[in-house]
């Protein structure tokens, strides 16, 4: 019985936590639009970077494709991923202006898909080998229709399993206790 209190205690010691880190956007719909983009349509999607990466600093900036996992964008027409496409750009600098500014650019062989803010908000697709045609772009110099992100951390499998077993070993210790005093 003690080695089961001892087991659960040492599972329910806090570990330092394993978690990667998604960054999802959401763009604001497209202003200028040709072909087979509408006003409706925007940019969104996610990358993932593995856990404890720091991006590695470049001048202004600092460069996040070393410890990219995996993405995926798309333009309501195309969705470029990790498995099917080429990140060519993911980059977060640090502008003149003292703001933060990012750059993200996917391409694929039949388009590509950017987003990016500094002092302006641009985000553009482009699908087809024309590049012109099929061509939709979001550009806010006001900075009233910005994309928003948002980030979130997720545990690795290890971590989730070794809090669910404390939690089960502290819970029979407890119903075990509980069985044993009862007259």
Do not use: K
Request: proline share 5%; charged share 15%; glycine share 10%.
């Amino acid at each position: 019985m003690r080695a089961i209190a001892l087991l659960a205690f040492a599972l329910l010691v806090p570990i330092p936590a394993q978690a990667d880190t998604i960054y999802s956007y959401v763009g604001d719909t497209f202003r200028d639009v040709s072909g087979v983009y509408t006003l409706a349509d925007r940019i969104t999607g996610s990358f993932t970077v593995r856990d404890g990466f720091t991006p590695m600093q470049i001048p202004g900036g600092a460069d996040w494709l070393p410890g990219l996992l995996s993405y995926s964008f798309t333009d309501d027409h195309q969705v470029l991923t990790d498995a099917n496409s080429t990140p060519f750009l993911i980059r977060l600098y640090i502008s003149t202006l003292g703001t933060g500014a990012w750059s993200i650019n996917v391409g694929g062989l039949n388009g590509g898909i950017r987003t990016l803010h500094d002092s302006d908000r641009v985000d553009s697709a482009i699908l087809g080998a024309d590049h012109g045609v099929n061509f939709c772009t979001n550009v806010c110099n006001d900075g009233s229709h910005v994309g928003t992100w948002t980030v979130t951390t997720v545990p690795e499998p290890s971590t989730l399993v070794l809090l669910a077993a404390g939690l089960i070993g502290a819970g029979a210790i407890s119903w075990r206790q509980r069985r044993t005093m009862a007259p």
